[in-house]
């Protein structure tokens, strides 16, 4: 048997991620975020209570689960902190079960000035946190690491040194200015620290000794991965599975008995700029606004909205080698006399199946459509595969078919309760 799971997002985000890994983690002994940083928002429905987890792995809501903050994720130390306490304060003791990376890098304050000043001149539609500009700073090798802050002088050399870059960078490029300032920025860093330095560790070495069951939890989606998504309207990290070495610091043999699933919503969102070929720009996409209460967790942004890409998700599949995908939000078609997914683009009067790298191609693509009967029924209620609608089932059956991966769940509303097997793991799920 498979042991690890890894779950990704399979297309621009918002999938339903949080609450798919949540539901899952009650049968993993570690939950890790090895990408990203607080441009997520993982949210979940416990007992009707409702928790957004930014940084912190979904699993932490567990008592059982520990949460690993791998070297891949950019880490914005306030609001750490904040989430910590947060969660203790509403009477969820995550403190002892949260392992934090010694390698990973900071979000520091200049990062969302940059962040801002960045989305002026060329919008890509960030979340505003600084994310971007973090792992600018990580590859340009003047990044901050966790570690760094034990050495005090150090520390306050190098923010001494990037906010002096970034002060130029202001001034003289964008002819702006900002209110940072150095000694307040390095106290409240250091302060910050001082809160979680116990919880600090070497994350690879403290997973290559672990014994238990990990499970993987993917922030962003697969079309938002730096390499492998609609660049440059992306994230700055690797939101796909290529990101689990790099972000976990364990060998790509780490993973190769591991499981590989995502998850997708019945139809697409994203928010942000850039390509979305099957958006739905009338009545129809606000239809689906409004019944999948697409507004973002993590900004509030409202997501544009737009049938199934079929070719998007094929893509998602091969590129993280999936083994299963889980569907949600299936419910949000229900009122849709007719459903409709996208098999194929048109390009230049050609018909294409893959998703093409280029932009400029990518603005120029039409969706071709293949049409399904809506089903006209609830099937937010459905227990079982076999209470699903015929018409519904015939949807989910092509998915399959045309994308040679099985769907194994289908979530079926935002409680943890609310979902049913369509092909059972080989564990058994407590939840
Ligand atoms: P950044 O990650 O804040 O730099 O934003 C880059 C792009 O990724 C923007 O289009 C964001 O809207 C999108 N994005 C970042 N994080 C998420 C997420 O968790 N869900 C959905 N979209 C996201």
Redesign the pocket.
Known sequence: MKENLVIL?AQ???EGKGKVVDLLSADFDAVVRYQ??S????TVVVGGEKFVLHLLPTGILHEHTLGVVAQGMVVDLELLVREIEELESRGLKVWDRIFISDRAHLVMPYHKVL?ALFEKKGK?????????PSYMFKYGRKGIRLCDLEDPDRTYRLMKENLEFVQDLCEKVYCENHSLDLEEMFDKTRENYGKIRERVTDTTRWLLQFEGKVLFEG???TM?DIDMGTYP?????NASALGLSNGTGLPPAYFSRANFWAVSKAYTT?????PFPTELLEERGERLRERGREY????G?P?RCGWLDLVALKHAVEVNGLDGLVLTKLDVLDDFEEVKACIAYEVDGRFIEHFPAGLDTLQRVKPVYRSFKGWLRDTRSAKSFSELPQEALEYLQFIESYLKVRIVMLSTGPEREEYFWLHEPAWKVRS
Do not use: C, F, K, M
């Open positions: 997002g621009w985000g918002d990203g940083g441009n997520a928002g993982h962040d890509i539609g960030t979340t505003l946190r600084g994310i971007g922030a962003q989606g938002l309207y992306v994230t700055s990290s994203r928010v942000g700029e850039g973002g967790a993590t900004t942004r997501r």
